[in-house]
Protein backbone atom coordinates (compact mmCIF):
# COMPACT_ATOMS: atom_id res chain seq x y z
CA UNK A 1 0.00 0.00 0.00
CA UNK A 2 1.46 3.93 -0.94
CA UNK A 3 1.17 6.15 1.88
CA UNK A 4 1.50 9.74 0.76
CA UNK A 5 3.80 12.10 2.92
CA UNK A 6 1.89 14.25 5.14
CA UNK A 7 1.96 18.44 4.44
CA UNK A 8 4.19 20.07 6.02
CA UNK A 9 1.40 21.86 8.41
CA UNK A 10 0.98 18.35 9.72
CA UNK A 11 4.99 17.99 10.94
CA UNK A 12 4.14 19.24 14.53
CA UNK A 13 1.75 16.68 14.95
CA UNK A 14 4.24 14.01 13.68
CA UNK A 15 7.22 14.89 16.38
CA UNK A 16 8.73 12.44 18.30
CA UNK A 17 9.67 14.81 21.19
CA UNK A 18 6.81 17.18 23.14
CA UNK A 19 6.85 20.86 22.24
CA UNK A 20 8.31 22.97 24.52
CA UNK A 21 5.42 24.31 26.92
CA UNK A 22 5.33 28.43 26.81
CA UNK A 23 4.56 29.48 30.36
CA UNK A 24 3.39 32.99 30.03
CA UNK A 25 4.78 34.02 33.82
CA UNK A 26 7.43 36.74 33.49
CA UNK A 27 10.71 34.98 34.57
CA UNK A 28 12.31 37.18 37.69
CA UNK A 29 15.77 36.78 39.21
CA UNK A 30 15.84 37.41 42.81
CA UNK A 31 17.37 41.01 43.30
CA UNK A 32 19.55 39.36 46.30
CA UNK A 33 20.99 36.32 45.31
CA UNK A 34 20.32 36.47 41.43
CA UNK A 35 18.45 32.90 41.69
CA UNK A 36 15.36 32.28 39.72
CA UNK A 37 12.57 32.94 41.30
CA UNK A 38 9.34 31.44 41.32
CA UNK A 39 5.79 33.34 41.14
CA UNK A 40 3.24 32.43 44.19
CA UNK A 41 0.25 34.50 42.69
CA UNK A 42 -0.78 37.43 40.81
CA UNK A 43 -3.71 39.87 40.21
CA UNK A 44 -4.67 42.77 38.10
CA UNK A 45 -4.76 46.46 39.44
CA UNK A 46 -6.06 48.35 36.16
CA UNK A 47 -5.99 46.51 32.83
CA UNK A 48 -2.92 47.63 31.78
CA UNK A 49 -1.02 46.52 35.34
CA UNK A 50 -0.84 43.11 37.34
CA UNK A 51 0.95 42.61 40.53
CA UNK A 52 2.50 40.07 41.15
CA UNK A 53 4.06 37.98 44.48
CA UNK A 54 7.72 35.91 43.46
CA UNK A 55 9.68 34.22 45.72
CA UNK A 56 13.34 33.01 45.51
CA UNK A 57 14.12 29.14 44.84
CA UNK A 58 17.48 29.77 46.73
CA UNK A 59 16.33 28.13 50.55
CA UNK A 60 19.41 29.87 51.77
CA UNK A 61 18.02 33.34 51.23
CA UNK A 62 14.60 32.86 50.76
CA UNK A 63 13.80 36.70 49.51
CA UNK A 64 9.90 37.29 48.80
CA UNK A 65 9.16 40.32 46.97
CA UNK A 66 6.61 42.05 44.63
CA UNK A 67 6.97 42.87 40.75
CA UNK A 68 4.39 45.47 38.93
CA UNK A 69 3.99 44.57 35.52
CA UNK A 70 2.67 47.24 32.75
CA UNK A 71 1.45 47.50 29.49
CA UNK A 72 3.33 50.68 28.27
CA UNK A 73 2.97 50.62 24.45
CA UNK A 74 1.51 48.71 21.43
CA UNK A 75 3.48 47.20 19.05
CA UNK A 76 0.58 45.98 16.45
CA UNK A 77 -2.55 47.47 16.66
CA UNK A 78 -5.70 45.15 18.01
CA UNK A 79 -8.24 43.67 15.82
CA UNK A 80 -10.52 43.74 18.76
CA UNK A 81 -9.50 47.36 20.42
CA UNK A 82 -11.22 48.28 23.45
CA UNK A 83 -12.18 52.00 23.64
CA UNK A 84 -11.78 52.45 27.33
CA UNK A 85 -7.84 51.17 26.63
CA UNK A 86 -5.37 54.07 25.51
CA UNK A 87 -1.73 52.60 25.05
CA UNK A 88 0.48 54.92 22.48
CA UNK A 89 1.81 53.59 19.46
CA UNK A 90 5.30 52.57 19.80
CA UNK A 91 7.59 54.75 16.71
CA UNK A 92 8.79 51.15 15.36
CA UNK A 93 5.05 51.00 14.33
CA UNK A 94 4.35 53.92 13.61
CA UNK A 95 7.14 54.37 10.68
CA UNK A 96 6.22 50.87 9.72
CA UNK A 97 2.95 51.78 8.58
CA UNK A 98 3.67 55.35 7.12
CA UNK A 99 6.12 52.92 4.97
CA UNK A 100 3.60 50.15 4.54
CA UNK A 101 2.86 49.64 0.71
CA UNK A 102 -0.83 50.87 0.80
CA UNK A 103 0.47 54.12 1.62
CA UNK A 104 0.27 55.85 -1.71
CA UNK A 105 -1.25 58.63 -3.18
CA UNK A 106 -4.77 57.38 -2.65
CA UNK A 107 -6.15 58.61 0.13
CA UNK A 108 -8.47 55.53 1.15
CA UNK A 109 -5.88 53.04 1.20
CA UNK A 110 -6.26 50.55 4.58
CA UNK A 111 -2.33 52.44 6.14
CA UNK A 112 -3.67 55.41 5.34
CA UNK A 113 -6.86 55.04 7.51
CA UNK A 114 -5.21 53.44 10.32
CA UNK A 115 -2.81 56.32 10.34
CA UNK A 116 -5.28 58.81 10.86
CA UNK A 117 -7.78 56.65 13.05
CA UNK A 118 -4.59 56.42 14.99
CA UNK A 119 -4.06 60.23 15.22
CA UNK A 120 -7.51 61.07 15.64
CA UNK A 121 -7.10 58.83 18.79
CA UNK A 122 -4.73 60.53 19.99
CA UNK A 123 -5.79 63.68 19.80
CA UNK A 124 -8.90 63.33 21.15
CA UNK A 125 -6.98 61.75 24.37
CA UNK A 126 -5.20 64.60 24.71
CA UNK A 127 -8.54 66.81 24.64
CA UNK A 128 -9.69 64.64 27.53
CA UNK A 129 -6.52 65.15 29.62
CA UNK A 130 -7.25 69.04 29.69
Known sequence: MFAFPAPARWSCCMRKKPLPRHNMALHCLCPHCKTPASIRGSREI????????YECRNPA???????????????????KPNPAIYLPIAEVTRSAIAQHPSMSEDESGPAVRLLAA????EEDRHMRAR
Open 46 to 53: TPLVRRAS
Open 118 to 121: LQTH
Open 61 to 79: CGHSFVVHVAVTRTLSPSA
